[in-house]
């Protein structure tokens, strides 16, 4: 659950729109079916090759026929970024803030992936003395009164890449900012901004409901010098069309599903724009 901007949404205002759902990729709908050379998943229109999806939205998704795709163009997130999709799968958004994989059987869930986040307060202020580190992260989050967070992990994930990872849910008694959150508990729902994107979101966060289980993945990539801070968010929510009532088991459910794009994603060629 987001409330923050989307950048293309302005960026791309004047962009011809026909092209957006195009599908490309194998027939098979198969990660192992990739091409060799990955398709590139572009933000411009003028910059995307024949067929290739390109500036995804949430009025003209991309579609994925199933293959490797990479991040492409000017206003890419984490250009270079390459990961097998199968076919089935879409995306909303691919830009410098954010970019996501869904399906349509998860409902709002799917795989995200953000960069250099930082932590809000529950009046959305922006904690600048939280370094966008995964051991800084990870520090917050588990000692956040208002999460339910279980023991971080250090994990490899995709092409050697070294991450901590941890699952988390609103605590019982947390603080809903949220006027409009899903109600879930029934009378009692809870929605409250967690993290942001200073560079990349405005004065938005990334919101958390009590209709989510969450797992994040905190990794440091790019040069020693210079590194950067990538987060994968894999999120299960009992909204509509889940018919759970767990949201850990939604959880889990999409984690089984996303788990080989996951195995494939690989960020030896990003660029950091």
């Known amino acids: 659950m987001r409330n923050r901007p989307i950048v293309l949404a302005v960026l791309g205002s004047a962009l011809v729109l026909s092209a957006c759902g195009a599908t490309t990729g194998s027939s098979s709908g198969s990660p192992s079916a990739a091409a060799a050379t990955?398709?590139?998943?572009?933000?411009?229109?003028?910059?995307?090759?024949?067929?290739?999806?390109?500036?995804?939205?949430?009025?003209?998704?991309?579609?994925?026929?199933?293959?490797?795709?990479?991040?492409?163009?000017?206003?890419?997130?984490?250009?270079?970024?390459?990961?097998?999709?199968?076919?089935g799968w879409s995306s909303t958004e691919?830009?410098?803030?954010?970019?996501?994989?869904?399906?349509?059987?998860?409902?709002?869930?799917?795989?995200?992936f953000w960069r250099d986040v930082i932590p809000v307060d529950l009046e959305g202020n922006h904690l600048v003395d939280v370094p966008s580190t995964p051991q800084a992260l990870t520090d917050w989050f588990t000692t956040n009164p208002?999460?339910?967070?279980?023991?971080?992990?250090?994990?490899?994930?995709?092409?050697?890449?070294?991450?901590?990872?941890?699952?988390?849910?609103?605590?019982?008694?947390?603080?809903?900012?949220?006027?409009?959150?899903?109600?879930?508990?029934?009378?009692?729902?809870?929605?409250?901004?967690?993290?942001?994107?200073?560079?990349?979101?405005?004065?938005?966060?990334?919101y958390i409901a009590s209709a989510h289980a969450t797992r994040l993945y905190l990794a440091s990539i790019g040069p020693d010098t210079s590194?950067?801070?990538?987060?994968?968010?894999v999120l299960g929510t009992i909204e509509a069309p889940s018919t759970e009532t767990d949201p850990f088991v939604e959880l889990e459910r999409i984690e089984a599903a996303v788990q080989p794009i996951l195995d494939s994603l690989d960020v030896s060629k990003v660029t950091f724009n």
Do not use: M
């Open 227 to 233: 590194p950067h801070l990538l987060v994968v968010a």
């Open 38 to 87: 990955p398709i590139p998943i572009g933000t411009d229109l003028n910059e995307c090759s024949t067929r290739s999806p390109c500036h995804c939205t949430h009025d003209q998704p991309c579609q994925f026929g199933g293959g490797t795709y990479a991040t492409f163009g000017q206003w890419a997130f984490l250009p270079g970024l390459t990961l097998a999709i199968p076919g």
């Open 94 to 112: 691919q830009d410098a803030g954010e970019f996501n994989v869904l399906h349509s059987k998860y409902g709002q869930g799917g795989l995200f």
């Open 146 to 206: 208002n999460l339910s967070v279980t023991k971080p992990e250090s994990v490899t994930i995709g092409h050697g890449i070294e991450a901590t990872t941890f699952t988390f849910a609103t605590a019982p008694g947390a603080t809903n900012t949220d006027p409009g959150c899903p109600d879930y508990p029934p009378g009692a729902g809870v929605c409250f901004g967690l993290i942001t994107d200073p560079a990349h979101w405005g004065d938005g966060s990334w």
